[in-house]
């Protein structure tokens, strides 16, 4: 995983809110965010980087408060790494392209892979123009 931007760069390019939870891993409140209860057709792409990390395909509602996933968009989107703070064992989530924490990941999904992504709304973009199955970055800049 590359972090080649420091926090200045992110602080310039994003929301105060934003910054706390993708740069500094906070968490935002349970049913504060914009996505939780959101269920149209798309693909959640990194609000930093715009990698697309997840597709609404994927998405199911947990009934905690943020958007939840069962899958990463496509293999390796995703990266993972142990996280004990807070008294906790987990595993945080983070964009694997730019180093944006998006959450953590628990092992117990209701559906077939098991796997329940949750993603602070702040740290993901939905992109409604891409169709959920089209997981490639349309133009790159
Ligand atoms: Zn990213």
């Known amino acids: ?8 760069y992110w602080r310039d390019r994003l929301t105060p809110q934003e910054f706390d939870v993708c740069r500094l891993a906070g ?5 504060s965010g914009e996505y939780w209860n959101c ?27 943020w958007p939840s996933f ?11 790494r142990p996280d004990n ?27 077939e892979t098991g796997l329940r992504y949750c993603v602070n709304s702040l ?3 939905l992109d409604q123009a891409a169709g959920p199955d089209d997981h490639k970055d349309p133009a790159e800049e």
């Open 1 to 8: 995983m590359s972090k080649e931007k420091d926090d200045n």
């Open 27 to 31: 968490t935002e409140r349970p049913f």
């Open 39 to 65: 269920f149209e057709d798309g693909i959640y792409r990194c609000r930093c980087c715009g990698e697309p990390l997840f597709s609404s395909d994927s998405k199911f509602d947990a009934g905690c408060g």
């Open 70 to 80: 069962d899958a990463e968009a496509s293999p390796g989107v995703v990266a993972e």
């Open 85 to 111: 703070s807070h008294g906790m064992q987990r595993t945080e989530i983070l964009c694997a392209s730019c180093g944006c924490h998006l959450g953590h990941v628990f092992p117990d999904g209701p559906t």
């Open 123 to 125: 740290s993901v973009k």
